[in-house]
């Protein structure tokens, strides 16, 4: 039963004598709301600035006017049909998307991308998105935040953040183990949601794992996620970061997810690409199909001498799907997996508060 408190000081709407005409028309439309089975209503979307361009179009920060001086920040992906060969394409593979981000939307992970709407302005399709209040991971691991951060810090600060965080790497910064297997494992998180509801992800990369200011870790950049039956689907992928199945012509699998993953963790501690100046298809495939024979020569020493690590990287990469780990909830739980690794740095009391340092060195970046 809906009870109704009515203040003591003010007149009500219920008492009938004190009833004028705008307080009458209120009541009348505040009761026909009630009694409709659909509220309509037009959203208006400021574009602020430009988040990212990409082959699928443009995502910029907006903000959503509401009434009452209300605002929301948002994310607002605004799908391009240029690389489509035809309006009937573009429509076909917008409505592929929308029917997986529909899906996705229902997951509510933490560690995953928060879909809100998927409108149409005059054909052209658009995604409004959660809008993350941080950095992703190719900014993170970028000189200019390295630099800036030892610029900021006080060094008896900076000498913690070079110890637990963030170092010097050859090509980039790249993250402490602790930090990386954080990281990795909100991921897993993600991506093991997604794939029990039979989505991949697709296109997994530094540029699309967002670090909250929070500390915590989510996937983003859903518009190339797809059904696992619908192998022949419209692809848009890095190829860097793509398994060698993928390189190949194969069919995306939760297994690819995972190599794509497991490069992004190497890049993370390595403070390199693993394929640094590839270009050439063939040349990229052999790399990746001989990376795991080279893995103690390409992470740094502190890394490569800890086989735990070594094995983790090496059955995330596998160049055979079928000796990655079984899935991504393995991959984290399994007794070899990246929480055991974990547990061995609380147990030799290397751990730290991993959300809690990344909060603050975040906040420190501002």
């Known amino acids: 039963m809906i009870s109704t408190t009515v203040s003591q000081d003010q007149p009500s709407f219920l008492d009938a004598d004190r009833y004028d005409a705008a307080g009458a028309e209120l009541l009348t439309e505040y009761e026909t709301l009630l009694r409709s089975d ?16 990409g082959g699928q179009g443009v995502v910029y920060l907006s903000e959503r006017q509401g009434t009452d001086l209300f605002s929301l920040p948002v994310a607002v992906k605004i799908f391009s049909p240029e690389s489509y060969r035809d309006v009937v394409s573009y429509l076909a593979d917008m409505a592929r998307i929308a029917a997986i981000s529909s899906r996705v939307a229902l997951i509510q992970h933490d560690n995953l991308l928060d879909l809100h709407n998927f409108i149409e302005h005059g054909g052209v399709r658009i995604m409004i998105m959660e809008w993350i209040d941080g950095y992703d991971l190719r900014e993170l691991t970028s000189e200019h935040v390295y630099d800036k951060s030892r610029a900021r810090l006080s060094p008896e600060r900076w000498a913690h953040v070079s110890q637990v965080i963030l170092g010097a790497g050859p090509a980039q910064s790249r993250f402490k183990p602790g930090i990386a297997i954080q990281i990795l494992r909100e991921c897993l ?3 093991a949601a997604l794939h029990r509801e039979g989505i991949v992800h697709g296109d997994l990369k530094p540029a699309n794992i967002m670090v909250k200011r929070t500390g915590n870790a989510k996937i983003i950049d859903i518009g190339s996620a797809m059904d696992l039956d619908q ?5 848009m992928w890095s190829p860097a970061y793509a398994a060698p199945e993928i390189l190949r012509g194969g069919k995306y699998t939760p297994q690819s997810d995972l190599a794509s993953l497991g490069y992004v963790l190497i890049e993370m501690l390595a403070g390199q690409s693993p394929f640094e100046g590839l270009n050439d298809l063939p040349k990229l495939l052999a790399a990746k199909l001989n990376l795991d024979k080279r893995l103690k020569d390409l992470l740094p020493a502190d890394v490569s001498c800890n086989e735990m690590l070594l094995h983790l990287c090496q059955k995330l990469i596998a160049p055979d799907p079928a000796r990655r780990f079984q899935n991504a909830q393995s991959a984290d739980l399994d007794r070899r997996g990246a929480a055991h690794f974990h ?3 609380v147990k030799g009391d290397l751990a730290s508060e991993y959300e809690h340092d990344l909060r603050l060195w975040l906040e420190e970046l501002d």
């Open 38 to 53: 659909t509220v309509h209503w037009a959203a208006e979307y400021k574009k602020i600035r430009i988040l990212g361009k």
């Open 189 to 191: 998180a993600g991506l």
């Open 343 to 345: 547990r061995q740095l």
């Open 231 to 235: 192998a022949s689907a419209r692809r």
